[in-house]
């Protein structure tokens, strides 16, 4: 069974400041999403990365997938408040595959 | 831009009855999935669809079953709902091919009581 483990499970920061999430699996995956979800509603993607080493940038946000594609990390520079979530990374192993959903990180932005 | 609608975004029914809910997704994908989603538990697949009229068990397929007559509409069906079954409820679908990317409706919230 593919796990995706997130880290940390929740973050409460103040507005401005940095922060990073970790996604880790002992599995291979073909490409990895992020989502971020608003409460009450549904998750929407944010980015695809599918290359190992490769960075992708979203205004403030940066994505990183790792060397070996099983790790991933959203690195988040000077949080607004409206960058509060849920933001949940997602394996996928290619083709047919089923996707595989992280943990979860809560993230709360205080203003 | 891609859409994926929920019939209903709030819904309480009362244990035994049976449940509706229909999603719909204009961007003509072949992929259609249901989720659902718990504190703790994270999102669970319940079932999916590769193509009209065909249908995959996913993680949790009990008590739930689905329908994939044309193949914008995806519908889950509780065919008699407990208590258990009171979750926020997620459809997806995807375009065919390997990037795995998900498109979600807004998510309808079941409480059975």
């Known amino acids: 069974t593919q796990l995706l483990e997130q880290s940390p499970q929740f973050l409460s920061i103040q507005e401005g400041e940095n922060l990073t999430v970790y996604c880790n699996s002992s599995s291979v995956f073909s490409s990895l999403q992020w989502y971020r979800q608003e409460p009450g509603e549904g998750p929407v993607l944010l980015v695809t990365?599918?290359?190992?080493?490769e960075v992708k940038k979203l205004k403030r946000l940066t994505f990183q997938f790792g060397d070996a594609r099983k790790d991933s990390s959203l690195h988040i520079t000077a949080a607004q408040p409206g960058d509060t979530g849920l933001y949940l990374c997602a394996g996928h192993s290619g083709g047919y595959q089923k996707v595989t959903f992280g943990t979860g990180t809560k993230l709360q932005v205080i203003p | 831009d891609v859409k994926v609608t929920q019939s209903s975004r709030y819904l309480v029914k009362r244990t035994g009855e049976k449940v509706f809910l229909e999603c719909v997704q204009d961007m003509d994908h072949e992929n259609m999935f249901w989720y659902r989603q718990d504190p703790g538990l994270g999102l669970r697949l319940i079932y999916f669809s590769y193509d009209v009229k065909m249908k995959e068990k996913g993680d949790i397929p009990e008590g739930y079953s689905v329908s994939r007559e044309k193949k914008e509409r995806f519908s889950l069906i509780l065919e008699s709902a407990s208590t258990n079954q009171t979750s926020m409820y997620l459809c997806?679908?995807?375009?065919?091919?390997?990037?795995?990317?998900?498109?979600f409706g807004e998510g309808s919230r079941l409480t059975v009581l």
């Open positions: 990365v599918v290359t190992g080493g």
């Open positions: 997806a679908s995807s375009l065919e091919g390997d990037t795995g990317e998900l498109f």
